[in-house]
């Protein structure tokens, strides 16, 4: 009677294990199928973000689609974002109008705008100062710091959650640094324009325009100018 008792015992023992792992193993598939698809998403929106590519997404930025602790994360993940796509659209926003910037040294806005070039310097600096204040913006939203301050203190606890959500965003980093090199690049590029008309404005005596071209009183004005336009054509070529 006591042995049957005992195997009894030891029976219920071995289908409460059983029944505790199938659920544990059902649980954890469960987390890692969420996981999966989360990491999809994050790393799909980085892209769609990356690229300009935003027609539909805002409506992801704004749909949860995972359950449990992933829902804390996946708000934090998608906030995060949000804040990173204003910043992009703003970049893009600059560098779409790249050619204006460019263009500056065309002939027609030499003429129109010459020998004071008020308006030209007036671009020049405003690209420059909000350029520059997107740059700040974009190493401070990348940085680990930052990046971790959109997760809720209860997360941020979590070694597990707190070491996936880094995991996923500050993937990239690599590709953060080649965003800041282009800002940087673009910038000098800015900044030469600055240094030509600021040239040009500082020396309105000495030269004029003759068919189309400037024509310097003398040859040392010359070959500084030639110079700082040699600055800018070597910025383009090495951007190619």
Do not use: C, H, P
């Amino acid at each position: 009677m006591k042995k049957k008792i005992i195997i009894l015992v030891v029976a219920i023992l071995l289908i409460i294990l059983l029944a505790f792992t199938v659920i544990l193993f059902t649980s954890v598939k469960k987390d890692l199928k969420i996981e999966s698809n989360l990491t999809k998403e994050i790393t799909e929106l980085n892209l769609l973000i990356e690229n300009n590519d935003t027609s539909n997404i805002n409506t992801r930025l704004n749909t949860i689609t995972t359950s449990g602790d992933y829902v804390l994360v996946e708000k934090a993940a998608k906030n995060y974002l949000k804040d990173k796509e204003k910043l992009f659209k703003e970049m893009y926003e600059i560098l779409d109008n790249s050619d204006n910037i460019e263009n500056l040294l065309m002939i027609d806005n030499i003429k129109a705008d010459g020998k004071e070039f008020t308006n030209t310097i007036s671009l020049i600096n405003n690209t420059g100062s909000k350029l520059t204040k997107l740059r700040d913006e974009y190493q401070s939203l990348t940085s680990r710091e930052k990046i971790e301050s959109y997760l809720t203190k209860k997360l941020r606890e979590d070694d597990y959650y707190n070491d996936y959500y880094l995991n996923e965003l500050m993937a990239d980093m690599m590709n953060n640094q080649k965003n800041l090199d282009a800002i940087n690049e673009y910038l000098a590029t800015v900044s030469k324009l600055k240094d030509i008309f600021s040239f040009l404005r500082e020396n309105k005596d000495n030269w004029n325009l003759e068919n189309d071209k400037i024509m310097f009183s003398s040859e040392t004005l010359y070959n500084y100018y030639e110079g700082l336009l040699t600055g800018i054509s070597d910025d383009k070529v090495n951007n190619m």
